[in-house]
């Protein structure tokens, strides 16, 4: 007895040939839009925008590579079936690979420019707290005790 994945797999595989790289065409145009939103909202200093895309993004991706599985998986009958179809499907997935790329660019780009804003404010923050009048040797006094520091970086982006 099959479990619910493998059935989900058998069928997808048993599509025909037009069927499913239909579907996977279809999936991964969809992914390049999604991630061009992505990349032009970032770029315009978005990022709120940007995340809104996150669960669809997700969800393309996750549908996309069940459905590249299955066309490796099935590659031998594709070809010999629809030959111009699975090169189309190459040829799409070579865009989808330029468009990743320059969102993951455009991604890390903000992550720099956000931890650059944030670390100069906890600087900025930092230094006016610092005493500006010398002690009874003649220095400036050290750091007072931190009740607590008002920044904080999440590196998880």
Do not use: W
């Not at 994945?5 to 069928?11: H, N, S, V």
């Not at 804003?117 to 040797?137: E, F, H, M, Q």
């Amino acid at each position: 007895m099959m479990n619910a994945a493998a059935e989900r797999l058998a069928a997808l595989d048993s599509l025909p040939a037009a069927e499913l790289c239909g579907l996977a065409m279809e999936t991964l145009e969809n992914l390049v839009v999604v991630l061009n939103q992505e990349t032009t909202l970032l770029r315009a200093g978005r990022a709120k925008d940007a995340g809104q895309l996150t669960a669809e993004k997700t969800r393309l991706a996750q549908d996309y590579m069940g459905f590249a599985r299955s066309v490796q998986r099935q590659s031998a009958r594709l070809r010999a079936e629809a030959p111009a179809l699975v090169d189309a499907l190459l040829g799409g997935h070579d865009r989808l690979a330029t468009q990743m790329a320059e969102n993951l660019r455009v991604i890390a780009t903000a992550r720099s420019v956000t931890e650059e804003l944030l670390t100069d404010v906890a600087k900025a923050i930092s230094a006016k707290a610092r005493p500006k009048t010398y002690g009874a040797n003649g220095e400036i006094a050290g750091q007072p005790p931190q009740a607590a520091s008002g920044v904080s970086i999440n590196r998880a982006l």
